[in-house]
């Protein structure tokens, strides 16, 4: 009896302290390739530096179809690994709002449709409505989530695995923009005939859901605001009231900037601000059948040479390469429109696996330019994105004849020609072009800035050079309204990097992978399967059987 008590009292003691270790040792394990149970170490970040209790709303509950019933699975378990994390701050609940009319009242309010759903119950079909949304509450802040936001094909269907692919970047980062203390700001320079705004509103409106936006212009004597961003917080609160400017977008210029102005570009990178460049330097207005391709004079190339980078005067021609839309057949009905493969629109599929460039499939340029670049003390070069080895550079005036696609272009043109890079990052420390120099002044600002002068940055900078100043548009069919493959993708990563949240960007470009039965290894290995089905559930009980007759055999034995 003395013994038996000893033996438990050491299980006991063993139970009691694998219990605490356990519970003091926190750790999960993913077997899946693609890591789709597991969340990002900046999502895990993010829960455990929570102050205050979040509230998760998600409204996708309900009797659905197998697809749609996995969505709302991924969605449960993103949350949960959320929670682990989370410390307690984290309370989430699934909402069927189908028969409650206030709540649908309120999303029709938010400008949030229905989505018509048909379900098909013992030979009946039924139409019902679902609202996939998800409303997260940080103290009085509130964010709504659209789950099918940027997931849908182009005939209009829902895209559940891209839905499902989203899911942890659109709950990260709105938890962290309703959360946040600072909210980072991005300026789109004006005055020179740049691309308006509304010329790219899918890009703008995924911007503003992580940045204040507005637009920058220093042709009348304005400074551009330092960037507060890499101040400490116990800094940063003597600039509150004060907007300060992150980044920098120079989005197609198409006018000469005065030295004054490059002058407050180039403060404006000393002192800390990131600059992301969108712009090529060939102008093509394909108007016609054909057009002459001119020169864009900036006035730029000597600030691109100090900082080790040069845009060239050119366009690439690509074999391989997007779509041109044209008008052909026009009668009294109007004209149908006709696609066809354009060499002057490079389809980049080589990246340099960058946080920029993750995960990225495709990117449409339209009309680029090449860039080189120049050994510079105190800076590194990463290019980024690449044409294919079928690719050349035309220089110069180059004649643009839209009759190009009707002619067959000499295979050998464009082999053994090597790749032309179309995107650059830029990282170091910059030196200001305007060392030894007066501040410049101009007719529109005749007084000498009266900021001190920078000759170079105290810290690491950074900026990023896009040759195509069309990327951030929307695709040239006139009833296509989307930007082309991955160039949101792109721009959104490369502005996220800058401001430094470059972990964001690398939970948007996590991928969710179905793989799929093979239906013919199914019909050809179905004897195997089956047999092996039925008979190894009772090989393995014959087999416990045995071992636990012979090891009752050999313990009575004894006696």
């Known amino acids: 009896m003395k013994t038996y008590l000893i033996k438990s009292s050491m299980v006991l003691a063993i139970l009691v302290v694998f219990n605490f270790i356990a519970d003091q040792i926190f750790y999960r394990w993913d077997l899946t390739k693609e890591k789709r149970n597991s969340i990002s170490e900046l999502n895990q970040q993010t829960m455990q530096n929570l102050q205050k209790i979040v509230t998760v709303k998600v409204y996708l509950e309900g009797d659905f179809p197998p697809t749609l019933e996995r969505l709302s699975n991924a969605i449960r378990n993103v949350l949960y690994e959320m929670e682990a994390f989370a410390d307690g701050n984290l309370h989430f609940t699934f909402i069927d709002p189908s028969d409650n009319k206030a709540l649908q009242k309120q999303f029709q309010e938010k400008g949030i449709n229905p989505i018509p759903l048909n379900i098909k119950e013992e030979n009946i079909e039924a139409r019902k409505y679902i609202y996939p949304v998800i409303v997260v509450n ?13 997931a849908y094909y182009p005939n209009g269907m829902a895209n559940l695995i891209k839905a499902e692919t989203d899911i942890e970047y659109k709950l990260v980062s709105a938890i962290r923009r309703i959360t946040a203390e600072y909210r980072p700001t991005i300026g789109f320079l004006s005055g020179h005939n740049e691309t308006p705004l509304n ?44 907007t300060g400017l992150d980044v920098l977008l120079v989005v197609q210029p198409d006018s000469a900037f005065s030295e004054r102005e490059k002058y407050e570009i180039d403060q404006y ?68 429109f006709q696609s066809l493969n354009w060499l002057y629109y490079p389809m980049a599929v080589r ?50 004849d839209i009759n190009e696609h009707t002619k067959p272009m000499p295979q050998n043109l464009f082999y053994n020609k090597g790749t032309r890079t179309l995107g650059l990052l830029i990282q170091g420390k910059f030196e200001s ?115 636990r007759f012979y090891w009752r055999k050999k313990r009575f034995e004894q006696y």
Not at 293 to 313: A, E, T
Not at 353 to 371: C, G, K, M, Q, W
């Open 433 to 547: 072009l305007f060392q030894g120099r007066e501040a410049p002044t101009d007719n529109f600002a005749k007084e000498k800035p009266t900021a001190p002068f920078i000759a170079q940055n105290k810290l690491e900078n950074s900026m990023i050079v896009i040759s195509d100043g069309q990327i951030v548009e929307k695709d040239d069919h006139p009833y296509v309204p989307y930007m082309p493959v991955d160039n949101k993708a792109l721009i959104q990563n490369a502005v996220d990097y800058l401001v430094g949240d470059e972990a964001i960007s690398l939970v948007r470009a996590k991928d969710v992978e179905i793989r799929k039965l093979s239906k013919n290894a199914g019909k050809d290995h179905k004897f195997y399967i089956q047999a092996f089905n039925l008979l190894t559930p009772v090989i393995f009980i014959i087999i416990f059987g045995v071992v």
């Open 138 to 150: 940080y103290g009085d802040r509130e964010e709504w989530i659209d789950i099918f936001k940027n």
């Open 269 to 336: 990178l000393m002192m800390g601000g990131k600059i992301l460049w969108i712009l090529d330097q060939n102008k093509v207005i394909l108007d016609k059948q054909q057009t002459l391709s001119q020169p864009r004079q900036l006035n730029l190339d000597d600030l691109f040479f100090k900082y080790g980078f040069k845009i060239n005067y050119d366009l690439v021609q690509d074999m391989n390469c997007g779509k041109i839309h044209l008008v052909a057949d026009v009668n009294r009905q109007g004209g149908q």
């Open 351 to 400: 990246f340099k696996e960058h946080p920029v460039t993750r995960n990225l499939d495709a990117v449409l340029f339209r009309y680029a330019s090449t860039i080189d670049t120049l050994s510079r003390p105190n800076l590194n070069f990463t290019p980024l994105i690449f044409s294919s080895p079928l690719s050349r550079p035309l220089s110069g005036n180059v004649l643009v």
């Open 199 to 242: 010329k790219m509103p899918e890009l703008i409106n995924e911007l503003k859901n992580s940045y204040d936006i507005y637009e920058v212009n220093v042709k009348y004597g304005n400074s551009i605001p330092p960037s507060f961003l890499g101040l400490p917080d116990s800094l940063r609160k003597k600039y509150e009231g004060r």
